[in-house]
């Protein structure tokens, strides 16, 4: 895949010229999105995401949000210390990777970085993955379905055999569509490295999610798919 990183003024785009010959900034003006009929659409995560139909795809419009404490007080902003160190520019890269890799995650558009002054803030339109929820609204229903704990398995094994390391890797970010086919989404600082013991620490991390979900919606945490998935990961 090509990539075209363009700067204008304070802001820093990037995308694939191939794939999207007609690319325009104006992708990212919340406006042009309302005036083309774009719809808002809840997440687990921080804030709303925009969906437009676009040509043969539907894309998602997603603006980084900042978690935790801190986001009281800085809410959107992060610090710039140059394009390609930026979330956006990263997260695009990354996806990219990701799919020449044929990995079950979202395929990018373009991703921008707003600089000002010392700060920066940014935004990444997405292709959506059709017919998905999260894994954390279905937990009740998908405990027996052992054929998608196995899958869950095999899909966190192939993403860590190419070192992605996902910092937050839960029920939430785990996407099941109807045919019960696992995705992962929001590569939000997510990185490529060695071997290293993050890969368990990923495993463990969701396990963690999984059992908290289990907790929040009254649902019993069941030791036998669990067993399934960790079976399927090691076996990959």
């Known amino acids: 895949m090509a990539e075209r990183l363009e700067r204008r003024g304070g802001s820093v785009t990037i995308h694939d010229p191939d794939r999207y010959q007609d690319f325009d900034p104006g992708w990212f003006d919340v ?5 083309e ?13 925009m969906m437009l ?10 603006h980084y949000h900042r978690g935790g404490l801190v986001s009281r007080v800085i809410y959107d902003h ?15 890269r990354l996806l990219t990777a990701l799919e020449a890799h044929d990995l079950p995650a979202p395929r990018p558009v ?11 803030r940014a935004d ?26 196995a899958a869950i398995g095999r899909m966190l094994a192939r993403f860590h055999a190419v070192g992605c390391d996902h910092p937050d890797l839960t029920a939430h ?9 696992p995705f992962l989404v929001d590569f939000d600082d997510a990185r490529l490295k060695g071997p290293g013991i993050w890969s368990e620490a990923g495993v463990a991390r969701f396990e963690r999610s999984l059992r908290k979900v289990s907790l929040e919606t009254g649902t019993e945490f069941d ?6 998935l960790l079976a399927a990961y090691r076996a990959a």
């Open 31 to 35: 406006d042009w999105w309302l005036g």
């Open 110 to 120: 373009a991703a921008r970085a707003v600089c000002r002054g010392p700060f920066y």
């Open 37 to 49: 009929g774009a719809r808002e659409h809840s997440t687990t995560g921080r804030g709303t995401v």
């Open 124 to 149: 990444i339109l997405t292709v959506l993955l059709p017919e998905t929820r999260p894994l954390s609204s279905r937990l009740g229903e998908v405990w027996q379905e052992s054929g998608l704990w």
């Open 78 to 92: 992060y610090v710039y210390t140059g394009a390609a160190r930026t979330r956006p520019i990263r997260e695009w």
């Open 223 to 228: 030791e036998r798919a669990w067993s399934t």
């Open 173 to 181: 970010n785990v996407l099941v569509d109807t045919s019960l086919n």
């Open 53 to 62: 139909d676009r040509d043969r795809e539907t894309w998602v419009y997603r």
